[in-house]
Every structure is written in C-alpha cells, then in structure tokens.
C-alpha cells in the first residue's frame, strides 16, 4: 500500500490542484494593458503598430492549434515543457528589448516575441486544463469555470507580486511573467497526466463547492486591496504582506483536497485489507506467442490503419449526431463549429480589443496612472467572476431547467454592448463599470464556448478542437483592434496634431486626447457584437433539442473505464 504522500501526488484532485496553481499565473495576456505604454513610449511606436503587436499576442494566445495536436500523440508533460520554454525566451526578449538591455528590435521581431510567448500558455492550457476536464468529464462546466477562472484572476495576483518585488516599475513585470508561469509549470510536469473516468462521487460537488469558496474569497480580497492602493500610497513591506496573503489563498485549495484523497486512501487500505484473507494464489500464465501469431496480428493492425484513413475522408461530410464524438474533420466542416467561430469573432475580438488599450483609453479620458493598473485588475477579478458563474451557473440550469448553454452565450454578448457603449461615450468616471463588464463577458464567454465545443463535439479530440474553437477571436482582434481601434486613434492623434500646427518627429509616439479617440471605435464594435448574438440565436435552435436531453448519458455510460481510442483523427 502506497503512503498517503505518494497517493496524494498521483490522484485525480492533486491533478486539478497543481492545474489551479498553473492557471493562476498563465494569463499574461490580459496584462499587456499595464506594459504596453511602456513598449510605446520606449520603442517609440503609434497606436496602429502597438495595436499590431496587441494582435499577435492575441493570436498567440488563442492559436493553440499545434498544442492540441501535439497533446493527441504525447502526454501533456511535453505539451507543458515546450510552453515553459516559450513562455520564458518571448517575455524575456520583451524585457531586454523594453529595458534597452538588448538593440532596438524591429516590428516584426516584436510581434515574434510576444507571439511566442502568449503562445506559450495556449500550450499550458492544453496541458492542464484539457487534461483536468478529461478527468471529470461529468463536471466539465464547472471544471472549465475554476480552471478558467484562475486564469481570470492571473494578471491581479501577478500585479501583486510584481508590486511586492519591484513596486511601481511597471517594466519589471514583463520578467516576472517570463520566469514565473514557466517555473510552476516545470515544477508541476510529474503531476499533469490523463487518468481512468471515474463515476461521479457524491462528495464530487462539495470538493468543488469547496474550492470555488476559496476562489470567491481570494477574488474578493484582491478587490479590496485594488481599491485600497488606489487611494492610497502603500510602502514596499505592505505590497508584500498582501503578495503574502495572496500566496496563502492560492495555495489554501490544497486543504480541501488533501482532505478529500486522505479520506479515499484510507478506504481503500481498508478495503485492501480486508481482501487479503479472501484472496486466491492461482497463477494465471500467458501463453507465448509464436511468430506466425505476431505477424498476423501486426498486418491486421496496417490493414485496420488503412481502412480506417479511408473511412475519416470519407466521413467527413457525414458527421454523427449531436453530443456523439466528431473526429476533427467533421468538426471542422460541420455549420456549428462555424456559427461559434463567427460570433466569437465579433464578441471576444470585441472585448479583446477593449482589454488591450484599456491603458491608452484611460490616457485619452484623462484618468490618473495610478487607475490604469486599477482597470486591469478591475477587469481580472471580473474576467475570474465571470468564468466561474458561467461554469457553475450554465450547469445548474443545463441540469435542473435544461436550459442551453448557447443562449446563455447570446445573453452574455448582448451584455457586452453595454460595456463598449460606455468606453464609446466617455461617461465620466464609467471606465470603472466598462471594465467589470467587459471582464465580466470575456470570462463568461470563454467557459461557455469551451463547454459547448465539449457538448457539441465530443471529448475524443477535444485537446485539438479546442484550440479550433479559440481561432475566431483573434481574427475578430485584428479588424477591430488594429484596422478599426489603432487606425481610427492614430487619425484622431494626427488631427489633434495638426490643429496645434505640430508634426510628429520619426520615432515619436503618437498621443490623443478626449472621447472622440475611441468614440467611433466602439461604436463599430458594439455593432459587430450585436451581430455576433444574432448568429448564435442560430446555434440556440439548432441545439435546442439536444440540450433536452441528457446529455452526460454517454459518460455514465463509460464510468467504468474509458472506451478504446480506435476512431479517427
């Protein structure tokens, strides 16, 4: 019988602690709104071009296409190693390059590094997270919503640590996301691995209750420091007395599953006990196989492998029913992995375009430095919220009412209009309500497309078709952030320059003043979110009866042991 220690180490609640641990520092992304001034003010960029570089960490962060396919052929050690190794080498050449350690790179350097390393977490994701829902399928939602939602809350628990270990220099937290996410994801590699479908235990729900609470109140204590340094001015031994406090609550989950496995492992040596006097020593011995069997059986082997190439091609127009597992070219040629492409395209390319010049919208509106930080915890604690509720919430209605996860998404992005509304019309002091309710709908929108990917498609090759699903945002991100938010901002910047008779010098940065910077902007991005809620009303009736049904029947199904993997890929 093993020691607890080692049974800790290697069960199915250690592997979703060790994920929380690396999802709280993965997401970098929604940080890129506290050091983009500074990469626009050091390397002397305009708001198209730094929007250009806001692009393709987007891309990064969202194209994980390689992740997916990676963590079909290998176990997620490698998908995490390989990330750990991203992540590091793109930050840190940011950092040389902001910090003047390094020569002047050019754009396109630029726009390589930070592809790199947001790219990094799509990999950490895969990883832990695919493999973590893989584990607990019948709880997938609420898995994705704490997952998910820790990574919400990654930029405000990174600020505090940067805070604790460089103060205000907004520079050095471009290391800090270079070593730290690639540390825990290192020390955590042993751990993250996929394990046997287990049926859902009666305490299942309460361990996860459990942790959500944790989460709540580590969200809440954030937001109250957050508003605490913002009136006032904190010494360098209180930023880490509350980077202390934060350390403790992200490692307090660890209790509640300790607690948990220390109950299994002590039934089981009960159980293992009491079966020794009952056990039998009969000998059971394989007979050998002959060469003639193991060349019969290796043919039978490439002949299935044919045959079952062919039969991908040719099903690929042919897709199973809905919930059934689609192989990923029926996913990707099926009108619903389309519909969702389309709306998250306009909808998270919306927030997404918000999120990363938060800090030129609050320059351009005249807030204080000091509130730009503010915005971008603002908008992690309730990127976290969001995710968590739609996890919990979107499974309890699906549970209880059947209600659809697709029209929760549509609610979700016609709440989202209300937040580009207020950035387009500058109300005064309304930055503070945009940010919760675009963090609010970013998160939301996330866990609620993952969900659906799972529900629609099937977890067979869900690594993969999860990364597919995340490809429409960063298109979205493109038009609107750099062809619709930086053009429109550098127009308004040359006009406003031109009016005080003044032309920009090569190499300076290009600044506007005032509402009209994103006024029109936003307006354009409220109008292609609101045609992103109709297009998933087309998704709400096309699943509509499938959502009726029980659609966790299959895993009940299967609780006693995974099905073979023999499909096609």
């Known amino acids: 019988m093993r020691s607890f220690g080692l049974h800790l180490l290697r069960s199915r609640w250690f592997t979703l602690f060790a994920s929380l641990l690396i999802m709280s520092v993965n997401g970098a992304g929604y940080l890129f709104g506290v050091y983009s001034n500074d990469i626009k003010s050091t390397l002397g960029y305009d708001q198209t071009t730094l929007n250009m570089v806001g692009f393709f960490k987007d891309l990064g962060s969202n194209l994980g296409i390689i992740s997916g396919l990676i963590n079909e052929v290998c176990p ?47 990999f950490a994701h895969t990883g832990s997270l695919i493999t973590t829902v893989m584990n607990f399928p019948e709880s997938r939602g609420i898995v994705l919503g704490l997952l998910k939602g820790f990574v919400g ?22 290391l800090l996301v270079a070593w730290l996410p690639a540390a825990v994801s290192v020390v955590f590699l042993p751990i993250i691995r996929l394990m046997k479908v287990v049926k859902q235990i009666k305490n299942e729900l309460r361990v996860f209750y459990s942790v959500l ?41 660890l209790l509640v599953v300790a607690k ?30 002959t060469k003639e069997t193991i060349a019969m059986q290796a043919e039978a082997v490439t002949t299935h492998s044919v045959k079952k190439t062919i039969a991908c091609l040719q099903n690929a127009f042919h897709p199973p029913e809905i919930g059934e597992d689609y192989t990923i070219l029926q996913a990707l040629f099926s009108i619903d992995l389309l519909i969702l492409l389309v709306s998250t395209s306009c909808g998270i390319g919306g927030t997404l375009t918000a999120i990363d010049n938060l800090g030129q919208i609050g320059k351009s509106l005249g807030y204080p430095t000091n509130s730009i930080t503010t915005f971008v915890s603002l908008v992690s604690i309730w990127n976290y919220l969001g995710r968590v509720a739609a996890g ?34 500058g109300v005064p002091n309304s930055l503070y309500i945009a940010s919760v309710i675009i963090g609010f709908c970013v998160g939301s929108q996330w866990t609620l497309l993952f969900a659906i990917i799972s529900e629609i498609f099937g977890l067979k090759y869900y690594s993969t078709l999860f990364q597919f699903g995340a490809v429409g945002s960063p298109i979205g991100a ?22 005080k008779g003044l032309t920009r010098q090569a190499g300076q940065d290009l600044t506007c003043s005032g509402v009209g910077c994103y006024k029109l902007s936003f307006i354009i991005i409220t109008a292609a979110t609101l045609f992103s809620c109709v297009i998933s009303l087309i998704l709400v009736f096309r699943t509509k009866e499938f959502y009726e049904g029980d659609i966790y029947r299959k895993f009940q199904r299967e609780s006693r042991g995974r099905q073979d993997e023999d499909g096609c890929g």
């Open 153 to 174: 809350l990654s930029s405000a628990i990174m600020t505090q640590f940067y805070h604790a270990l460089n103060g205000n220099d907004t520079k050095s937290i471009i």
């Open 76 to 122: 997620p050690w490698v998908v995490l190693a390989v990330g750990a190794v991203m992540n590091f080498f793109g930050y840190f050449m940011i950092w040389l390059a902001v910090t003047g350690r390094s020569a002047k790179p050019h754009v396109w350097q630029m726009c390589l590094y930070i592809f790199i390393g947001a790219d990094s977490q799509a």
């Open 260 to 289: 948990e496995e220390f109950s299994s492992w002590k039934s089981k040596k009960l159980s293992l006990q009491n079966s020794i006097h009952d056990n039998s020593h009969v000998k059971v011995e394989a007979l050998p196989e």
């Open 213 to 253: 609470y944790i989460s709540l109140g580590l969200a809440g204590f954030l937001l109250v420091i957050i508003i605490i340094q913002n009136r006032l001015t904190f010494s360098r031994k209180e930023y880490i007395a509350c980077a202390v406090a934060v350390l403790i609550l992200v490692f307090s989950p």
């Open 478 to 499: 493109y038009v609107l952030n750099v062809k619709v938010a930086g053009h429109l901002y550098d127009r308004e910047a040359m006009k406003q320059m031109a009016g």
């Open 392 to 425: 919990f919430s979107s499974e309890f209605f699906l549970t209880k009412y059947k209600f659809p996860r697709s029209l929760m998404l549509t609610f979700v992005l016609l709440l989202a209009c209300v937040g580009h509304m207020l950035i387009a019309f």
